[in-house]
């Protein structure tokens, strides 16, 4: 079965830098997209980034873009979110997610077929 593996969470002052993975293991497709998600208390659920395997398109949020960045490394099926100049609104859990039959113009288009467990993400001083 799909398994997505979140690590590199934890709590930062604003400002800094965090770096994300994501270890994506149990499926067959050579094309899908990943990336993440977030949730705050309270918030309804983000779509924050997501590439896709083949091309490597990237898409991101308006409220991220120019501070975060996404990668991946197909040969390891892993993938990266580097987070620069968080701010506290970034604070949420944010969960890798796939879609394997992806549909992606936008980043509102990423469904999240798949899910990681998440991993808290905590910016304050």
């Known amino acids: 079965q799909v398994q997505l593996v979140e690590s590199g969470g934890g709590l930062v002052q604003p400002g800094g830098s965090l770096r994300l993975s994501c270890a994506a293991s149990?499926?067959?497709?050579?094309?899908?997209?990943i990336g993440w998600f977030r949730q705050a208390p309270g918030k309804e659920r983000e779509g924050v980034s997501c590439?896709?395997?083949?091309?490597?398109?990237?898409y991101h949020a308006d409220s991220v873009k120019g501070r975060f960045t996404i990668s991946r490394d197909n040969a390891k099926n892993e993938v990266y979110l580097q987070m620069n100049s968080l701010k506290p609104e970034d604070t949420a859990v944010y969960f890798c997610?796939?879609?394997?039959?992806?549909?992606?113009?936008?980043?509102?288009?990423?469904?999240?077929?798949?899910r990681g467990q998440g991993t808290q993400v905590t910016v304050s001083s």
């Open positions: 590439i896709t395997s083949r091309d490597g398109s990237t």
């Open positions: 997610v796939i879609d394997l039959s992806p549909r992606i113009a936008t980043i509102n288009d990423l469904v999240g077929d798949y």
């Open positions: 149990g499926f067959t497709e050579d094309y899908y997209a």
